[in-house]
């Protein structure tokens, strides 16, 4: 009787011996899939973080961005309102031209009557004056339309500024519409 106890020990001490194998290999195991698990888990965390940041750089260039487009559309506003200002000043400086135009030439054609009228009564002043005045009242006459041409020379000099500055007005306006379809673009 004693017999089939220690071969029923000995068999029961082999399964027990192989079980432990088997759980020692299951605990191996295990432990490489934790220490794989750990690692796998490490990088995760380390991606996840490195994934964080690039979310908070992509935020802050989102936001910069978003604040340059607005500044550049408040710009295009104001260049745009700029613009129209100096289309008015420029439709202003060019109805002060056109006034200016008309004003000098009605004068002109008073001068050119004056003239005409002093030229008939020089013409006639040979009747009314003596030969030994004549020479100093056409130097008179002379003198009276110098004066009037300089007084015109004159007033086409303002006429020619004037002008100058509404083609630097235009070139600018002009400029400023270039640059605003530029930023718009």
Known sequence: MHEPKVEQLMGKLRRLQQGKRILEEEIKEI???????????ASLQTEAYQ???ILKEKEELCRKLQFQSAESEQDSVRQLNQNRKSEELL???RCEIQEFKLKHRKQRMKFENQLLHLIEQ???LHSVFSPERLPDEITSAENRRSQLLAAE???LAQLHRLQEELEEM??????ATTAAETQGE
């Open 51 to 53: 994934l964080e940041g």
């Open 31 to 41: 432990k490489c899939v934790s220490d794989s698990s750990q690692k796998e888990l």
């Open 153 to 155: 020379q004159m007033k």
């Open 122 to 124: 020089h013409k006639n």
């Open 91 to 93: 439709e202003q400086y």
């Open 170 to 175: 235009e070139k600018h306006k002009q400029r």
